[in-house]
Nanobody, 126 residues
């Protein structure tokens, strides 16, 4: 079993940056996929970015390409999501999730993920 704890959310103005961190506990294998998803009020959870626990490859939603970077932070043993040039449309609860299967390609489908954290709120004001 894997437990996930997210941190780093907050309230910022448009154009600012935030870094979210996801700290897994339990046995993590290099092939596991760690994904970030977000959920706006009244909407379904949507894919943001994904990476394997080993640190590559990565995949991004079109809406965040060029602004967000997902990476393994080896100093903290976390999966971080660096979010730059934030927009009000990025406002959501952000969840870290883990897919325990060794897949050929990273999955962007939320039901494929096995565990998730409690979420962290990101609010971007205009």
């Amino acid at each position: 079993q894997v437990q996930l704890v997210e941190s780093g959310g907050g309230l910022v103005q448009a154009g600012a940056s935030l870094r979210l961190s996801c700290a897994p506990s339990g046995e993590m294998y290099s092939a596991y996929t760690v994904g970030w998803f977000r959920q706006m009020p009244g909407k379904e959870r949507e894919f943001v970015a994904a990476i394997t626990w080993r640190g590559s490859p990565t995949k991004y939603a079109d809406s965040v390409k060029g602004r967000f970077t997902i990476f393994r932070n080896n100093a903290k043993t976390t999966i971080d999501l660096q979010m730059n040039n934030l927009k009000p449309t990025d406002t959501a609860v952000y969840y870290c999730e883990v897919d325990l299967r060794d897949r050929v390609q990273l999955t962007t489908t939320e039901p494929a993920y096995d565990y998730w954290g409690q979420g962290t709120q990101v609010t971007v004001s205009s």
